[in-house]
């Protein structure tokens, strides 16, 4: 997922963007864990998207 993460391009948009605190993302795409594609927006239309990183191994 790391490699989908880096390939959607959200992370450099975000760390070019110097977000801060309470700044909003920007939008990105990528495959859960059964391989289907998720949008950031999709979520988001439902309501609030709360986005957690867990470091470690699984």
């Not at 490699?3 to 990105?28: K, M, T």
């Amino acid at each position: 997922m790391t490699r989908a993460f880096d390939a959607s391009g959200a992370g450099q948009a975000a760390a070019q963007s110097g977000l801060n605190v309470g700044d909003l993302a920007p939008a990105f795409e990528l495959d859960n864990q059964d391989g289907q594609l998720v949008r950031s927006a999709d979520l988001l239309a439902h309501g609030t998207l709360l986005i957690t990183f867990f470091r470690g191994h699984w």
